[in-house]
């Protein structure tokens, strides 16, 4: 019961938003919280739920957010990014 | 049949392709100067055709826009889903970057549906090899079953072999045609063997063959439910252009341009067809609720999942993987927080003064070309004379004024442009300024046509359409005609900088961009609604080396587009202008422009006419306007005080378009918005131009 208790506490702490996200780290894609549209793009562009990505860059003053997906590169807008939500990867691995 | 050998066959063939992946080369070595480029029929989306002839075959090839995929969320998803769905081009050619091999599969994944023949380009594979990557080229083909072509297009390489290929299948096929018959009996056995095969789940299964064409297994679950789709067509329904597998797939992805397509076409049988949609959409939400995730997300996934386990098969490593150290450190720079802003501003201030000086330069040496020749023109025609006014000084005036005023600026800045946008420049300053351009309700795309708007607004507007949505693109229009382009920077140069001093010019500047600013700001209050909308989501890709066969072509046909447009049209009003002046027609016009350009603005009567000239091409205004302060026998500074020259400067910047602006604008998004941009633009003017007025006045009268 405990345990239960702390494994979803664990899961729900490291779920953020890909805005919140530290530079270089990588994570893991959890959902998209967007509208039918930019979800649409964004999957289209392969951030697909469970894909491996990793933050670059921050433009400054909460500009957009620097991505590298699936050997490709892309620049997402701060607003997007806030609702791209990610779950950072275990550093043992 | 006749001398077969001598008969010329046609084919068309129709490239299609994602971003940036050498689309647009493969289609120039293919089509060489042949080229027709144009709009989609009521579409505001470019178009480009051409023909090529080779051995007894002529190919009529149509270069699609690039695209990320084939949804249906902007004007070039849909052009290019129409054309190959319902044009059947004979042949698909799919261009692949195979630097970036995962995310190019999952488009051809989706054209593999189209049922269309298919002939991957697989492009680029000189810099993958660089990045110690290889690709297992029989391997793909084997698994996608659509004959790949590796090349290096910028190279001239793999180009050529996709005509061969193609010519190759032809022949095959008339071959066939003729043992008809026996082919016949072989098809079965194949595909008796083939569906054997079926019950081994290998990546190399991942097109079955169905009757004579290949068909993509998509994951069971959704498989699954394409067949219970398909199985709940009714017989009689009119599918159009759409294979069922597809029509299934965009009916359960709830696309709206299928299931208006399908309406469209059934008009008789709208409770059938609601009946349908239902049926699917309790499908839909069934795949939903298990997966937790939008329909299309599921979907994409689902490609996207196939197009990962294609490249781990194909995908060889053959040492490690190291950035080249140059583009590696380029990258850092030209993003970084402090020093990407310090290179973008660096290497704006560096184009103008380069094309401004190289501009100056240029049209200084054709102004005195036109004094040299003047006298000489004296002695053929006499000076008093109304030949000698329309054809010295209205059409060789006007046409020396247009080449030697306006193209020195334009195509330098045309090329320098093409070669931002060629090296991959562009999208950083998207990334770097997107902030800024929240400020007026754009996002950061916005500064590619705010770029070129700086050299011309007539490609800005144009540019302005890669924006995704319509309201995206007529901001990004209006924002960008309202950039001072080149033709205003010689005035504000030729006027109020050489008499005034340069401050003044800046100070100019200046009131143009925060009046820029000031309407975004309106506008987007205006419209709350759709604010969020606008979010970035572009593409970095890595910096390259600028082709320059490719930047040259391309700056030609800009220029050849510019020259045709304003050349003619420069010279026509060189010619009215004189006839005016002949028949003394300006000072009714002036009167009438009485009230606008003395009361409001405070500018001399005489200036009137030439503020009309502008419209037609702004840099006029000081052309004509100088000409005609010369034949007075009186100086600029005898002409006009130094506030009306910086209340003429500023409503020659901020008014209305000039005509070649317009006629793009109504071009791109038709009348009604080219009408609404033109008297937005002049209210403006009107209004700034009077407040200047004003304060100037009031300062006046206070020293």
Partial sequence: MVQSNLNLNLKHSSTISLADVSLQ????????????????????????????????????????????????????????????????????? | MKTEKQEIKTIRIALAGQPNVGKSVI??????????????????????????RFHNYIFKIIDLPGIYSLSTYSLEEIVSRDYILNEKPDYLINVIDSTHLERNLFFTLQLS????????????????????????????EKILKFPTIPAIAVHNRGVHEILEKIIEIEEQKRKNKEKEENQDKSIKYQENIEKKQNRVNKIED?????????????????????????QRFPSDLNKGNYPSKFLALKLLENDDESIRYLRELNPNSKNIIDRLIYLVGELRQNLE????????????????????????????????????????????????NVSGY??????????????????????????????????????????????????????????????GGVLPYVIPFFLIIEILQDTGYLPRAAYLMDRFMHHIGVHGKTIIPILIGFGCNVPAVSAAMIMETEREKKRAILVSSMIPCSAVTTIVLGLVAKYMGFLWAVVLYIINFGVIILIGRILTRLDKSH???????????????????????????????????????????????????????????????????????????????????????KELNLVLLEMFVASQGLTMVQFMNPLQMLTFTLVTMLYIPCLATIITIKKETGWKFALQVMFLELGIALIFGGIMHGIGAIISILF
């Avoid at chain 2, 049922?115 to 990557?133: A, K, T």
């Avoid at chain 2, 097109?207 to 069971?220: A, E, H, M, V």
């Fill in chain 2, 342 to 403: 310090i290179i973008f501003f660096g290497l704006m201030l560096g184009i103008y003064f380069l094309v401004f000086r190289f501009g100056d330069w240029i049209s200084g040496l054709m102004d005195t070309l036109y004094e040299i020749w003047t006298p000489k023109a004296e002695n053929w025609m006499d000076p008093s004379s109304w030949w000698y006014k329309i054809i010295w000084i209205g059409i060789m005036g006007g046409l020396f004024a247009g080449v």
């Fill in chain 2, 206 to 230: 991942l097109f079955i063959r169905k009757s004579n064409k290949y068909d993509i297994k998509l994951g069971k679950e959704i498989e699954e439910q394409l067949i219970k789709i398909i």
């Fill in chain 2, 289 to 336: 609720e298990i997966h937790g995730e939008q329909i299309t997300t599921i979907i994409n996934a689902e490609f996207y999942n196939i197009a990962s386990q294609i490249v781990e098969n194909v995908l060889v490593i053959e040492k490690r993987s190291r950035k080249t150290k140059w583009s590696y450190i380029f990258d850092h720079i030209t993003l970084g």
């Fill in chain 2, 531 to 617: 604010a969020m909308d606008s979010e970035l989501i572009i593409e970095l890709h890595e910096f390259r080396t600028p082709n320059f066969q490719v930047i040259l072509k391309q700056t030609w046909a800009r220029s050849k587009e510019f020259v045709v447009m304003a050349l003619p049209l420069i010279v026509i009003l060189g010619i009215i202008l004189q006839i005016l002046m002949e028949f003394n027609l300006t000072a009714p016009i002036n009167a009438v422009l009485y009230p606008i350009s003395v009361i409001i603005l405070g500018l001399p009567v005489e200036v009137g006419v030439y503020l009309f000239y502008g419209v037609l091409r």
């Fill in chain 2, 113 to 140: 549906m189209l049922n269309v023949p298919m002939i991957i380009s697989l492009n680029q594979i000189d810099l993958l090899e660089e990045r110690g990557y290889k690709i297992d080229y029989s391997k793909l």
């Fill in chain 1, 25 to 93: 780290t990588w994570c893991v894609v959890k959902f998209i919280n967007a509208g039918i549209k930019a979800t649409s793009r964004l999957t289209g562009l392969g951030i697909t739920p469970g894909v491996r990505i990793k933050k670059l860059s921050q433009a400054p003053f909460r500009g957009p957010v620097q991505i590298e997906v699936r050997n490709t590169r892309l620049a997402i807008g701060q607003g997007l990014a806030r609702k791209i939500i990610v779950e950072i990867e275990n550093i043992k691995k």
């Fill in chain 2, 27 to 52: 289609f120039n070595t293919i089509t060489g100067l042949s080229q027709v480029i144009g709009n989609w029929p009521g579409k505001t989306v470019a178009k480009a055709e051409g023909t090529a």
